[in-house]
């Protein structure tokens, strides 16, 4: 009981109680608590990637519907028979499943540690260019909205002045002189 307090009272995580030669694992995300019991044959890794394909399921299949007007055991004739199918799916590859689940931590740890180093270099770039043209860095953003703004004057006026020459050529004030051989 303890343990599912805990998981619900968190916005998002996972937590694991062994008890005797189970393991409860709960899996919140959303507000909602996933919870699976499993032999501790199985360890952490396979509950938390069935835990995570439940949870994929679910928002899959009710997406955003609003679960406070849902009474007790209102899914579990309609979603009952999913959790079953990806239970004993679950169990039946549970080599497959873990190496799926360790591939996953593998993609996760590599995503995190690229996006720590493109960072990184963003902010070194950003040092290095505010070391080398310190009072470059101040005027080469006000040189750009000045350039911005000069091109937009230099457009309105051409702009203006078309426009004001195709109607001066339309009130017939205009008069094209063509020289033909004679």
Request: charged letters at 20%; glycine letters at 6%.
């Amino acid at each position: 009981m303890k343990g599912l307090k805990k998981a619900a009272s968190s916005a998002k995580g996972k937590y694991s109680y062994p008890f005797d030669e189970l393991t409860f694992n709960y899996l919140t995300d959303h507000g909602i608590t996933y919870m699976v019991m499993a032999d501790c044959m199985y360890g952490r890794r396979l509950p938390f990637v069935y835990l995570e394909k439940l949870k994929d399921l679910f928002v899959d299949k009710y997406g955003a519907r609003s679960l406070e007007s849902l009474q007790a055991n209102a899914l579990s004739q309609e979603f009952g028979p999913l959790m079953k199918e990806l239970m004993e799916f679950s169990m039946h590859n549970s080599d497959e499943m873990k190496q799926l689940a360790k591939l996953k931590a593998q993609v996760l740890e590599v995503q995190s540690a690229l996006t720590n180093n493109i960072e990184q270099v963003e902010a070194a770039s950003a040092k290095v260019e505010e070391d080398r043209f310190p009072q470059k860095a101040g005027r080469s953003k006000c040189s750009t909205v000045c350039r911005v703004i000069l091109c937009v004057l230099i457009l309105a006026l051409l702009t203006g002045s078309l426009a004001a020459w195709f109607q001066l050529c339309n009130s017939g004030g205009c008069t094209f002189i063509h020289q033909g051989s004679v």
